[in-house]
């Protein structure tokens, strides 16, 4: 991969901070086995650096082809995915997703109480298929995100998904967890909140349902061949193995312990429950190829994934009432801060940064559990990845710390 920054309108010596920043404040005191950022502007990289070590135990190095665990960032990729049958005319997106899922025909909304004394009304209107792009929906994540560093508040409806078994472990399918979520208690009328939330599997099932086609296959098809992410999946095959990065959390005496290793990882077996909410593995190169994608309006390379106004509305705020996610958002686990921050069908985005205390303004973004990020910037013209595999993602603030550097660098 070519690197070039001053033809992209950046200084090469303020770059550099970037690496001098990583490696002092992260790497050197083992804060961070090790990392990985590419910045492009233009269409071109312009820093693409690889520091520390993918695997401590094995002593192995950070490389360019070294694959991640996705988590939250296979969001966006589902997001896509549903919107490119959107593009085909199979919905959109104020229909019901009852019309789709028959289960949810009978749905309710949580008011008050628990257990059989839960008090519970018909909803407002039925949860729209917008409503699962944005986290409109009235879902939640039950108690699956306690063990990320989430607050487990024991909502009288995160415990009804315990007692249903939602969950999306092994054994698992799409199809079963939306026919189960057909049965939860939403916790509030669709589109009066934001939350986060197994909204984004749900969209993944939505996909097999229109199209008829293995999730994971149709992921293939649309996107992944034609942009060529040739090391973007479900599982790592086995000749892969070796390039599967070690994912560690970080204990309460801020050391990092081994949480997955590659050799024993459940990576390295076909799944049954292709979660389109978390369960992407990849690499930094195929995440950009991604990004580009959308930054170029949909194509990449001649390959057409969208239409540049379809991608053009997702990353509006599609919030009611055009509020942020301070006003709008329930209390919870989330990849962002809330302050001048609106959310669209599949991606945050900076409304206001001031008050979101952001050097950009419109960027579009998320995260993912083990310290992944990317942003995109129109105005810029600017594309940023960042991967690590340190739990839970909200350690270190990586995407406060390289929008400083990284905008500072720019000179044009």
């Not at 990020?373 to 739990?391: A, G, N, P, R, S």
């Not at 990284?406 to 044009?412: F, K, L, N, W």
């Amino acid at each position: 991969m070519e690197i070039t920054s001053t033809a992209a309108g950046l200084s090469v010596a303020r770059l550099e901070s970037i690496t001098d920043h990583l490696c002092r404040n992260y790497i050197d005191n083992g804060k961070l086995p090790g990392c990985q950022l590419l910045v492009a502007r233009h269409g071109h990289p312009v820093y693409y650096r690889s520091f520390g070590k993918m695997d401590i135990e094995r002593g192995k190095p950070m490389k360019d082809d070294t694959i991640v665990r996705l988590y939250s960032m296979t969001k966006p990729i589902t997001s896509v995915a549903l919107m490119t049958l959107y593009e085909k005319g199979h919905f959109q997106l104020d229909d019901p997703v009852q019309r789709f899922v028959p289960e949810w025909r009978e749905q309710r909304v949580w008011i008050a109480g628990a257990g059989i004394e839960m008090e519970t009304v018909r909803p407002n209107r039925p949860v729209s298929m917008r409503d699962l792009l944005c986290h409109t929906s009235g879902l939640t994540y039950g108690s699956l995100l306690v063990p990320l560093g989430a607050p487990d508040e024991k909502h009288p409806v995160d415990r009804v998904y315990a007692e249903l078994g939602v969950d999306r472990s092994e054994g698992e399918t799409l199809s079963g967890l939306v026919r189960k979520l057909g049965r939860v208690p939403l916790r509030f009328h669709p589109g009066e909140h934001w939350m986060y939330s197994l909204s984004t599997d749900v969209c993944g099932a939505l996909v097999e349902i229109i199209s008829g086609k293995r999730f994971d296959r149709y992921l293939k098809d649309e996107i992944f061949e034609p942009l060529g992410m040739k090391d973007t999946s479900f599982w790592v095959c086995p000749e892969k193995i070796p390039r599967l990065a070690a994912n560690y959390r970080r204990g309460p005496d801020k050391t990092l312990l081994l949480a997955d290793d590659p050799q024993t990882s459940t990576y390295g077996a076909e799944p049954t429950f292709f979660s389109g909410g978390s369960g992407l593995t990849g690499t930094t190169r195929d995440y950009w190829r991604f990004c580009e994608m959308l930054r170029r309006g949909g194509e990449l390379d001649g390959a057409r994934v969208l239409g540049p106004r379809t991608v053009d509305v997702m990353h509006q705020n599609h919030l009611t009432g055009g509020k942020d996610l301070a006003d709008a958002a329930l209390p919870g686990f989330t990849e962002s801060t809330y302050a001048g921050v609106g959310f669209g069908l599949g991606f945050a985005m900076i409304l206001d940064s001031v008050r979101a205390g952001s050097i950009s303004a419109g960027d579009y973004f998320w995260g993912g559990a083990a310290s992944t990020i990317f942003w995109i910037d129109q105005k810029e013209d600017l594309v940023v990845v960042f991967v690590t595999q340190v739990m839970p993602s909200g350690t270190f603030d990586f995407r406060g710390q390289l929008k400083n550097l990284i905008y500072s660098a720019i000179v044009e």
